[in-house]
């Protein structure tokens, strides 16, 4: 067992400057471009957009494959995957108890949930889509965590060395193989003995 040293909570922080995406700016540029809307304010503004958001990661949380994003941004579902090499140590029982302790995810057999966000098989190729990304809010975030801990076997478990386009080929190719099985059943005839 090693030693756990208390980490400097007064310690200077790097914090990520915050973006927002819905500003006095964007409203007025909504306004102009769509003016049968002009009766909006910033209060309902953010209200539909927070229940649309909320609708989409339920969603996704809900659906073991996950969700097709609005307008071909790309998909999103939940994967399962192994717990890392590098240790992820639990600071509350570390500084209680004085010696280093990790998380194991007993609750789930040692797997952890991960929020996945891909454009790869998108209809409509997005420019410069290697470049686009996806944050989960902090709503999304809790909610994966707590269905993840009451039911981890319905993610799809993700290999270290399996990458998420290897994931969609495979499950293109099954939608592929089901369409033509259904379209060979449609001209099937029983009774023809010449086939």
Not at 20 to 25: E, H, P, R, S, V
Not at 46 to 54: G, L
Not at 106 to 119: A, C, L, M, P, R
Request: aromatic share 14%; proline share 3%; net charge positive.
């Amino acid at each position: 067992m090693q030693n756990f040293k208390k980490p400097d909570l007064n310690a200077p922080r790097y914090r990520a400057p915050k973006v927002k995406l819905i500003t006095k700016q964007y409203l007025k540029d909504f306004k102009a471009k769509y003016p049968e809307h002009k009766d909006v304010d910033y209060a309902l503004t953010k209200k539909i957009v927070k229940a649309f958001n909320e609708k989409l990661w339920r969603e996704t949380i809900e659906n073991r494959d996950g969700i097709e994003l609005p307008e071909n941004l790309g998909y999103l579902f939940i994967g399962a995957c192994q717990q890392p090499t590098k240790e992820n140590i639990d600071y509350g029982k570390s500084i209680k108890y004085g010696v280093r302790v990790t998380h194991k995810n007993w609750d789930t057999d040692g797997y952890i949930s991960k929020i996945f966000y891909s454009n790869y098989q998108s209809r409509y190729k997005l420019r410069d889509r290697v470049l686009w990304g996806f944050t989960a809010n902090r709503y999304f975030k809790r909610a994966v965590t707590k269905e993840f801990r009451d039911n981890w076997k319905k993610f799809i478990v993700i290999d270290k060395m399996f990458t998420v386009s290897k994931l969609f080929d495979k499950a293109s190719m099954k939608n592929r193989i089901a369409r033509q099985t259904k379209e060979k059943l449609k001209e099937y005839n029983e009774f023809d003995l010449e086939d």
